[in-house]
């Protein structure tokens, strides 16, 4: 992730990466993240791909191991 600052210090704003987990009035949770590759795009990061699909890769497992049912 230091190569994203260093690329583009303004996506310092955006970083760490950040997981939201919350619950709705019907009870059902929620987990949401921002996409590494959109973050990537909206600051003009073209340098980094394996990285980003790395982050990419690594969110999307961790939020399926932490949504599976017990």
Do not use: F
Not at 2 to 27: E, F
Not at 40 to 61: H, R, W
Request: glycine share 4%.
């Amino acid at each position: 992730m230091l190569c994203w600052s260093v690329c583009n210090q303004s996506i310092s704003i955006d970083l760490p990466l950040r997981v939201a987990v919350w619950q709705d009035v019907d009870g059902v949770v929620w987990l949401g993240y921002r996409d590494p590759l959109s973050l990537a795009e909206q600051y003009g990061v073209k340098d980094q791909t394996d990285t980003v699909l790395t982050l990419k890769n690594a969110l999307s497992a961790a939020a399926h191991q932490a949504t599976l049912p017990y």
